[in-house]
């Protein structure tokens, strides 16, 4: 049972282009949504992340949207650049509740950023 | 900054023996959560501490344990290993039991 999906196994994208990478979940409890950028042989790295009371959240070339009532989020990467070529996570998790903020990942979509 | 240490980085074990990862959180942070990435899978959650206490149970074989310590690095022990238990293990901390996690390297184990 997929709780976060990341529909799209793969990404290709031109320099200086708008990435979109999709996520939704259907586990209506998750209030907390983080993206991660992973490197083969590497651990995942924190980009950026959502609380469910808010809609959007920005940091530098990374911005975060989420539709509570369509059970979905989208990360943007504008402009794209040739070092953001990876696997991103989408992950969520249910901090109201009592898991005590553990995540449950999507399968990971492989950007390429072609200059 | 400091990171989130795991060691060892690869760990080649054979069948039923048992195996012991280890994870430094970065200091001041209170939670670890250990994740198992199997080959082309996504991290599944195994376990968590929050203060030194076990704080949430994933998918985690009974074979397998785990700790915190005073000094709120954890262990994972591993026993009984079986060849479906080679994969990538993280760890990760936060602080306060929630929000952003912080993941180490991993350690790559293998199992023949």
């Known amino acids: 049972d997929q709780q976060v999906k990341q529909n799209s196994p793969s990404l290709s994208v031109q320099e200086g282009r708008i990435s979109i990478l999709n996520c939704d979940y259907t586990?209506?409890?998750?209030?907390?949504f983080l993206w991660y950028k992973k490197y083969p042989a590497e651990g995942p790295t924190f980009l950026i992340s959502?609380?469910?009371?808010?809609d959007k959240n920005e940091d530098g070339r990374f911005t975060v949207f989420l539709n509570k009532s369509a059970k979905h989020l989208s990360l943007h990467i504008v402009p794209s650049q040739p070092g953001d070529s990876a696997v991103y996570f989408c992950?969520?998790?249910?901090?109201?509740?009592?898991?005590?903020?553990?995540?449950?990942f999507g399968q990971g979509t492989i950007l390429t950023v072609h200059p | 900054a400091a990171g989130v240490i795991q060691s060892p980085r690869h760990l080649i074990k054979e069948k039923r023996e048992t195996a012991t990862l280890k994870c430094y959180p970065i200091?001041?942070?209170?939670?670890v959560y250990w994740y198992q990435q199997g080959p082309g899978q996504d991290p599944q959650f195994l376990i968590s501490?929050?203060?030194?206490?076990?704080?949430d149970k994933g998918s985690i074989p009974d074979r397998f344990s785990a700790q915190q310590f005073s000094d709120y690095h954890s262990e994972l022990n591993m026993s009984s290993l079986e060849l479906g238990d080679s994969a990538l293990y993280f760890c990760?901390?936060?602080?306060?039991?929630?929000?952003?996690?912080?993941f180490g390297p991993g350690t790559r184990l293998t199992v023949t």
């Open positions: 586990n209506s409890m998750f209030d907390y």
């Open positions: 501490f929050y203060e030194k206490m076990q704080s």
């Open positions: 990760a901390s936060s602080l306060g039991g929630g929000g952003e996690q912080y």
């Open positions: 200091p001041r942070h209170d939670t």
């Open positions: 959502i609380s469910s009371i808010k």
């Open positions: 992950a969520a998790s249910a901090l109201g509740g009592t898991s005590y903020g553990k995540l449950t």
